[in-house]
């Protein structure tokens, strides 16, 4: 574990426990829940997911609920937000609908949402449920680009999806990547113009992450193409009264956000799950198998915790608000009063590269800050997320790196 300089690092924490995980957040957080399980393992994915089984599963959320049980217990909530994710948690709604009602949440709700499963009926129910903000995982509208990346539907069924969700939800996100490496950019663009067409509130344009333990493999990016790329999909959504709203996302004006890392703190639960509390970065085990056994053992199901310094956890706090476009540094100075100078230096350098610009109290990124963070946030990602997460993953290979992945 020497892929964090200057963040110590253990296997779990013995000495942390709910209360001391709620007891660390400076202000009020919001909830993310995991559900690993998908029906088909995308290749592009380098989420935390496992091949679902009904079996699997009812052992999963009972060993969840006991995660759930623990923090309330500790006085956790209520949450400013609550977010599903996956893997693909429209796979497990029966289980989710027995959970959310025990859930103090005040915010909004938000959930992912396989296409395939974006019929008018799960709709109905997801609004039931008490979801305002789903994201469809289309990824593209065209047969080539699905096939490319593994992706199962097609072009008519994303779009049938679409239209099932539209007027449904308070925030209707659409999930696009692009591979400067495989197709035209035309195909990403036309994605684009289609999404605008539909009149989807936001549109989230993810490069294709190439990390090294998913199919895909590792590949050299082309910055300057993956700029142009995006700032001539900020400009076509533009003419249709879209803005970049983040470093990957374009919303509709008037529209409300869809997002889930730029969270300022959260408490994660389920396999795989993150919490950040501002002092601790804290994650669970990814097998679901060793995720319930912590948790039938009485503890947290901690795989890896971290105990941050106040430069640090201000570095991360900033570094995912930066991610949405903004950030406020008298807020961050407000939170982390130990890291002020810390704070200090990152508004003044932002401002003196050009990177950001100064409007009612903020650091807005300007268009060189937005190309900027773009090859930071690569950066970040596969010097720190992808050793991470290779790390974890291989729980899921019962005798190490080299075995097979378990099924």
Same mark, same amino acid.
């Given at each position: 574990?020497?892929?964090?300089?200057?963040?110590?690092?253990?296997?779990?924490?013995?000495?942390?426990?709910?209360?001391?995980?709620?007891?660390?957040?400076?202000?009020?957080?919001?909830?993310?829940?995991?559900?690993?399980?998908? #029906?088909?393992?995308?290749?592009?994915?380098?989420? *935390?997911?496992?091949?679902?089984?009904?079996?699997?599963?009812?052992?999963?959320?009972?060993?969840?609920? /006991?995660?759930?049980?623990?923090?309330?217990?500790?006085?956790?909530?209520?949450?400013?937000?609550?977010?599903?994710?996956?893997?693909?948690?429209?796979?497990?709604?029966? &289980?989710l609908e027995e959970i959310l009602p025990g859930l103090s949440v005040e915010g909004e709700r938000a959930i992912e949402v396989l296409p395939a499963h974006a019929t008018p009926a799960t709709v109905e129910r997801l609004v039931r449920a008490g979801?305002?903000?789903?994201?469809?995982?289309?990824?593209?509208?065209?047969?080539?680009?699905?096939?490319?990346?593994?992706?199962?539907?097609?072009?008519?069924?994303? /779009?049938?999806?679409?239209?099932?969700?539209?007027?449904?939800?308070?925030?209707?996100?659409?999930?696009?990547?692009?591979?400067?490496?495989?197709?035209?950019?035309?195909?990403?663009?036309?994605?684009?113009?289609?999404?605008?067409?539909?009149?989807?509130?936001?549109?989230?344009?993810?490069?294709?992450? !190439?990390?090294?333990?998913?199919?895909?493999?590792?590949?050299?990016?082309?910055?300057?193409?993956?700029?142009?790329?995006?700032?001539?999909?900020? $400009?076509?959504?533009?003419?249709?009264?879209? #803005?970049?709203?983040?470093?990957?996302?374009?919303?509709?004006? $008037?529209?409300?956000?869809?997002?889930?890392?730029? !969270?300022?703190?959260?408490? $994660?639960?389920?396999?795989?799950?993150?919490?950040?509390?501002g002092q601790h970065y804290l994650v669970n085990h990814f097998s679901p198998e060793r995720y319930a056994a912590a948790l039938e053992a009485g503890g947290l199901p901690l795989a890896r915790a971290a105990r941050l310094r106040p430069a640090a $956890?201000?570095?991360?706090?900033?570094?995912?608000?930066?991610?949405?476009?903004?950030?406020?540094?008298?807020?961050?100075?407000?939170?982390?009063?130990?890291?002020?100078?810390?704070?200090?230096?990152?508004?003044?350098?932002?401002?003196?590269?050009?990177?950001?610009?100064? #409007? *009612?109290?903020?650091?807005?990124?300007? !268009?060189?800050?937005?190309?900027?963070?773009?090859?930071?946030?690569?950066?970040?990602?596969?010097?720190?997320?992808?050793?991470?997460?290779?790390?974890?993953?291989? &729980?899921? /290979?019962?005798?190490?790196?080299?075995?097979?992945?378990?099924?």
């Open positions: 574990m020497h892929w964090t300089p200057g963040v110590r690092w253990s296997e779990g924490d013995g000495r942390l426990g709910a209360a001391t995980v709620i007891g660390a957040f400076p202000d009020r957080y919001g909830l993310y829940l995991h559900v690993p399980f998908c #029906e088909r393992l995308c290749p592009f994915c380098p989420y *935390n997911k496992v091949p679902y089984s009904r079996e699997r599963a009812g052992t999963y959320f009972r060993a969840l609920r /006991r995660e759930i049980d623990l923090y309330l217990a500790a006085g956790a909530g209520p949450f400013t937000s609550l977010y599903v994710g996956g893997g693909t948690p429209t796979l497990c709604l029966d &289980e979801f305002d903000r789903v994201s469809l995982g289309v990824q593209s509208f065209d047969d080539g680009a699905l096939l490319h990346l593994g992706r199962a539907g097609s072009g008519a069924a994303h /779009r049938e999806a679409v239209e099932a969700c539209r007027g449904r939800f308070a925030c209707l996100d659409v999930d696009l990547i692009f591979d400067t490496a495989f197709a035209d950019p035309g195909v990403f663009l036309a994605d684009v113009e289609e999404c605008c067409g539909l009149e989807v509130d936001q549109i989230s344009t993810y490069p294709l992450m !190439r990390f090294g333990y998913t199919p895909f493999g590792k590949a050299r990016h082309s910055p300057r193409v993956e700029h142009d790329l995006l700032r001539r999909a900020a $400009g076509l959504a533009a003419g249709h009264g879209y #803005e970049r709203s983040s470093v990957w996302a374009l919303r509709r004006a $008037g529209s409300l956000p869809f997002s889930s890392i730029t !969270r300022e703190f959260y408490l $994660g639960l389920g396999a795989g799950a993150a919490t950040f509390t $956890g201000a570095a991360y706090y900033l570094f995912w608000q930066a991610y949405a476009g903004a950030f406020e540094p008298a807020r961050a100075r407000a939170l982390f009063p130990s890291a002020r100078a810390l704070v200090a230096l990152a508004s003044s350098l932002a401002r003196v590269l050009g990177w950001a610009r100064q #409007e *009612n109290g903020r650091r807005v990124l300007t !268009r060189r800050g937005f190309d900027r963070y773009h090859d930071l946030e690569r950066w970040v990602t596969y010097r720190f997320i992808e050793p991470l997460w290779a790390e974890m993953t291989a &729980e899921h /290979r019962p005798e190490g790196p080299g075995a097979a992945p378990v099924e």
